[in-house]
């Protein structure tokens, strides 16, 4: 079962020790987000500030809300030791059957209502992230939605969020993301003002859905509404006729006018480095309802693990998969591991003995998806979730003359840290294969040396036995 508000979801973090309350008065100026950052690092237990400088007790933040493996399971209802590939399994099962949204008359989000000259975005902790940031961000872990004016698509995506002044957020939107393209294409082009909508502190699955990019324009609110296996509950926005979650903690109604831009950024994102401040089109805030005892979420973007490379990843691997079985690639697992901020994808394959296999995956992948620059490709016995066997592959098994392939000139991602100013500014790189395959032409019963791991040179009575008895030898 998944959890419809964040209250419910840190009582069940509670109960496993996924989570600590902190009681200790912390500074909303780098405290939190340093706590944050080092429980990522160290994959702690997710922080719930309950005492903030400057703000009443009624102010809380959630800190970390799924950055780790177990908090992910315990998001999607599962025992926080679940194997990552049963979590996976599940996820694949449960988007096939989206689940539209029902709507509410009145809401949680709606106990306190701002309008007018009571919009003050600073009433709310909103904390400073890291060192060297551009300002405070509300927006880390949450829903920005909008509404496409020619069909009934309601994109939710999340794009960060920093507070200009009272009344007044700059956001990441840009035409590489699906909320960015609308307001261009659709409003700005037209010179039309584009409502928009910010939902903080949103259950833990729809917040994750919000930050996925799925292939079909179908609104993501059915996405989410598959993956807590019953309809997400909306209620209607004050300002507009955009459709926000009920349980959310607090909803800011903006809107966004051609012409009006702010600076936005610094800020340390998902790749683990900072990137640079740009003007960025200005939101005007004309309403705040929220609960009245609102708790942020706070993620905090960095070297992993965070959330921007947990609940994304699992989107994009399985998008991946979905889309070199289309390109008829005898794919078996893929995985885009978090601890690579997303930035390498690895996928293990049925050969049959065919040649160039590799090359195959390769070129599927980025026909799709140029943000996987680093590409690795591994045989059916090994698991791709299992990094200390893909790590192992890499050192084996990867000849270092014919199995690592370099192709320039081809698309980039433009927050990639390692591009140069002129390859970012056209977003232009390449792209590495590394082949961890045996060769096609040799044989398994004699080329192929025997691998020695408990999986493979013991029988399987035995290792059952094994497993069965772990704890009876003491372990």
């Given at each position: 079962m998944a959890y419809k508000d964040n209250r419910k979801y840190v009582t069940a973090l509670e109960k496993t020790g996924d989570v600590v309350r902190i009681k200790k008065e912390v500074d909303w100026d780098g405290e939190v987000g340093g706590i944050v950052r080092r429980a990522n690092e160290l994959r702690a237990p997710a922080t719930f500030f309950e005492k903030i400088k400057d703000y009443s007790p009624d102010y809380r933040i959630l800190g970390g809300p799924i950055t780790t493996e177990r908090r992910l399971n315990i998001a999607f209802g599962f025992?926080?030791?679940?194997?990552?590939?049963?979590?996976?399994?599940?996820?694949?099962?449960?988007?096939?059957?989206?689940?539209?949204?029902?709507?509410?008359?009145?809401?949680?989000?709606?106990?306190?209502?701002?309008?007018?000259?009571?919009?003050?975005?600073?009433?709310?902790?909103?904390?400073?992230?890291h060192d060297g940031d551009g300002g405070r961000y509300i927006g880390t872990w949450h829903i920005s939605i909008v509404r496409d004016p020619d069909s009934d698509w309601t994109n939710w995506g999340m794009y960060r969020c920093m507070v200009h002044n009272r009344r007044t957020v700059s956001v990441l939107l840009t035409m590489s993301n699906d909320g960015g393209r609308i307001y261009f294409t659709k409003y700005a082009s037209q010179k039309k003002p584009m409502p928009i909508a910010f939902a903080i502190g949103a259950d833990p699955i729809s917040s994750m859905t919000a930050a996925i990019r799925f292939d079909s324009l179908q609104s993501e609110v059915n996405f989410a509404g598959g993956l807590h296996g019953e309809p997400v509950e909306l209620v209607k926005c004050e300002t507009s006729d955009l459709m926000v979650p009920a349980h959310a903690e607090i909803i800011l109604e903006g809107e966004i006018s051609e012409g009006y831009s702010v600076p936005e950024g610094p800020f340390g994102e998902f790749t683990g480095y900072r990137t640079g401040w740009d003007w960025r089109t200005a939101i005007v805030i004309k309403a705040i309802t929220s609960r009245k005892d609102p708790i942020i979420t706070l993620a905090n973007p960095g070297v992993p693990l965070s959330e921007g490379s947990m609940g994304p990843g699992m989107g994009r691997t399985l998008n991946l998969k979905k889309h070199l079985k289309a390109c008829g690639v005898p794919v078996v697992d893929v995985y885009v591991p978090p601890e690579a901020a997303g930035m390498i994808v690895i996928v293990s394959v049925k050969k049959f003995n065919q040649a160039n296999i590799a090359t195959l995956v390769r070129d599927a992948i980025l026909s799709r998806d140029y943000r996987e620059q680093k590409i690795i490709v591994v045989d059916d016995d090994v698991d791709v979730f299992n990094l200390m066997e893909v790590f192992h592959t890499l050192g084996t098994r990867l000849h270092p003359g014919r199995?690592?392939?370099i192709n320039d000139k081809e698309m980039a991602m433009s927050l990639s840290p390692f591009l140069t100013s002129e390859e970012r500014k056209y977003s232009r790189s390449a792209s590495v294969l590394f082949d961890c395959t045996w060769p096609a032409e040799w044989s398994r019963e004699t080329d192929v040396p025997p691998r020695v791991s408990f999986k493979d040179v013991y029988s399987r009575e035995l290792q059952e036995k094994i497993t069965r008895e772990w704890k009876e030898y003491g372990f």
């Open positions: 025992p926080p030791e679940t194997h990552l590939r049963t979590l996976y399994d599940e996820y694949e099962k449960r988007t096939a059957h989206p689940i539209k949204p029902v709507i509410l008359k009145d809401a949680p989000c709606k106990e306190r209502v701002l309008t007018g000259k009571d919009v003050d975005l600073f009433s709310f902790p909103a904390p400073m992230v199995g690592i392939t």
